[in-house]
């Protein structure tokens, strides 16, 4: 028979701020990772949007805090040994952290409910977000600024958050912004004279305590709006990189913050006019170097044939001078370029009749060539420059013996 505990007293709803206690162990389990509960404690459990805490109790780390049933079990590294009674201390900076967020969001929940009548139906806290979800299409940048203006006067006046118990008879008497989820005593949590919340979560004591708050990104979720935000010691380290990141472009750009997005608009502007006319320059130079090539051509029949090894860092290369290469009639032409692997390209502009893919089977036979492609058009890799001069040999028998048959 499971003996029934009694709920475990939340040390944490008393003050928010103690980091240190002592409790009466009230049940063990045992496993890869033992778990205890105690008669009190500080650490708080995962719950409300308010991720759990960490700490130690006795030599063990506390790596999860559970509630079950209203009994909070503290889920360990390692055996706390058989004392009876332990002691406990929680990672404070971890709890500061959640204490500024979570405040900041009943803030930022009531500021949007007050100024655009936007309730809160989401919030979510971890270690590298913090978000609430509004229902609706994202408020446009004036709504956005209204609400920050507002939280930023309420962090200024300083003003308390308190806590108490309120019984369920008399729930009705405080206008909570949203009505709470659960029946019986509801623990509420105050912005004074602002913002009544139904909430278990532990708060910092006054209105600027969170520190700074800012809004980061306004993500649209289909028919809702996820609102990213940062409060206290986040929003302080967030603003940093952002100043450590634009002092960087405005000393790269030499130019003011205000003048910032013009200056990287105008650089983007030149770049691409500087791309245009760099792709248009290299076209011509193919051509010209097509059409150079061309006055040492070898005839065969009336093929003009071209043989060509592309030295070039730009792997599309080769590519370009065949284009230019067959814009001219009568073309044969066999390029070749060695970048990681030897590559080859071998393309005709003699018209219809000739089929380059009737050479792949002999070109396959020699070793280390692989390819295939169109009519006019086949390429592939090769061993080696030597392998090369193979394609080449069976090119030239394969046009001379085609030259026959098709007189060309
Ligand atoms: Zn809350």
Same mark, same amino acid.
């Given at each position: 028979?499971?003996?029934?505990?009694?709920?475990?007293?939340?040390?944490?709803?008393?003050?928010?701020?103690?980091?240190?206690?002592?409790?009466?162990?009230?049940?063990?389990?045992?496993?890869?990772?033992?778990?205890?509960?105690?008669?009190?404690?500080?650490?708080?459990?995962?719950?409300?949007?308010?991720?759990?805490?960490?700490?130690?109790?006795?030599?063990?780390?506390?790596?999860?805090?559970?509630?079950?049933?209203?009994?909070?079990?503290?889920?360990?590294?390692?055996?706390?040994?058989?004392?009876?009674?332990?002691?406990?201390?929680?990672?404070?900076?971890?709890?500061?952290?959640?204490?500024?967020?979570?405040?900041?969001?009943?803030?930022?929940?009531?500021?949007?409910?007050?100024?655009?009548?936007?309730?809160?139906?989401?919030?979510?806290?971890?270690?590298?977000?913090?978000?609430?979800?509004?229902?609706?299409?994202?408020?446009?940048?004036?709504?956005?600024?209204?609400?920050?203006?507002?939280?930023?006067?309420?962090?200024?006046?300083?003003?308390?958050?308190?806590?108490?118990?309120?019984?369920?008879?008399?729930?009705?008497?405080?206008?909570?912004?949203?009505?709470?989820?659960?029946?019986?005593?509801?623990?509420?949590?105050?912005?004074?004279?602002?913002?009544?919340?139904?909430?278990?979560?532990?708060?910092?004591?006054?209105?600027?305590?969170?520190?700074?708050?800012?809004?980061?990104?306004?993500?649209?979720?289909?028919?809702?709006?996820?609102?990213?935000?940062?409060?206290? %010691? &986040? @929003?302080?380290?967030?603003? /940093? !990189?952002?100043?450590?990141?634009?002092?960087?472009? +405005?000393?790269? $750009?030499?130019? =003011?913050?205000?003048?910032?997005?013009?200056?990287?608009?105008?650089?983007?502007?030149?770049?691409?006019?500087?791309?245009?006319?760099?792709?248009?320059?290299?076209?011509?130079?193919?051509?010209?170097?097509?059409?150079?090539?061309?006055?040492?051509?070898?005839?065969? %029949? &009336? @093929?003009?044939?071209?043989? /060509? !090894?592309?030295?070039?860092?730009?792997?599309?290369? +080769?590519?370009? $001078?065949?284009? =230019?290469?067959?814009?001219?009639?009568?073309?044969?032409?066999?390029?070749?370029?060695?970048?990681?692997?030897?590559?080859?390209?071998?393309?005709?502009?003699?018209?219809?009749?000739?089929?380059?893919?009737?050479?792949?089977?002999?070109?396959?036979?020699?070793?280390?060539? &692989?390819?295939?492609?169109?009519?006019?058009?086949?390429?592939?890799?090769?061993?080696?420059?030597?392998?090369?001069?193979?394609?080449?040999?069976?090119?030239?028998?394969?046009?001379?013996?085609?030259?026959?048959?098709?007189?060309?």
């Amino acid at each position: 028979m499971t003996r029934l505990l009694s709920p475990t007293r939340k040390l944490y709803w008393a003050d928010a701020y103690r980091r240190r206690f002592t409790a009466r162990v009230v049940e063990r389990r045992e496993g890869r990772r033992p778990a205890v509960a105690l008669n009190r404690t500080l650490f708080y459990p995962t719950g409300g949007g308010q991720p759990h805490d960490t700490g130690r109790l006795g030599e063990a780390r506390v790596l999860d805090v559970v509630e079950e049933n209203g009994v909070i079990y503290h889920i360990l590294d390692a055996d706390p040994g058989h004392a009876d009674e332990l002691a406990g201390e929680i990672d404070w900076p971890r709890r500061w952290d959640h204490m500024q967020q979570h405040s900041g969001q009943h803030l930022l929940s009531a500021a949007f409910l007050t100024l655009l009548d936007r309730p809160t139906i989401g919030f979510h806290l971890s270690p590298d977000s913090v978000t609430i979800d509004l229902p609706g299409p994202p408020p446009d940048a004036q709504d956005a600024a209204r609400v920050l203006d507002f939280v930023q006067a309420v962090m200024a006046e300083d003003r308390p958050i308190h806590s108490y118990q309120v019984d369920e008879e008399d729930i009705d008497a405080i206008p909570l912004r949203k009505k709470p989820a659960v029946s019986g005593r509801v623990r509420v949590v105050e912005i004074e004279n602002l913002d009544w919340s139904a909430c278990g979560g532990t708060h910092v004591r006054s209105t600027a305590q969170i520190g700074s708050l800012i809004i980061t990104r306004l993500e649209r979720r289909g028919a809702n709006t996820r609102v990213h935000f940062l409060c206290g %010691g &986040r @929003a302080h380290r967030d603003h /940093r !990189r952002r100043l450590d990141v634009t002092r960087r472009l +405005m000393d790269i $750009l030499t130019t =003011g913050l205000e003048d910032l997005p013009a200056a990287v608009e105008q650089r983007r502007d030149e770049a691409l006019n500087v791309q245009k006319k760099l792709r248009r320059l290299e076209k011509r130079l193919m051509e010209l170097e097509a059409a150079a090539l061309l006055t040492q051509a070898k005839p065969i %029949g &009336r @093929a003009r044939f071209v043989e /060509r !090894r592309v030295m070039s860092d730009d792997a599309n290369a +080769m590519q370009k $001078l065949m284009r =230019g290469l067959l814009a001219h009639e009568n073309v044969v032409a066999l390029l070749s370029w060695q970048g990681g692997q030897t590559r080859w390209s071998l393309g005709h502009s003699l018209g219809s009749d000739l089929d380059l893919r009737q050479l792949m089977p002999a070109l396959r036979d020699i070793p280390g060539v &692989r390819g295939g492609g169109g009519p006019d058009l086949i390429q592939g890799v090769a061993a080696d420059q030597e392998t090369i001069q193979q394609i080449k040999s069976h090119l030239l028998a394969w046009l001379a013996e085609a030259e026959t048959s098709f007189h060309f």
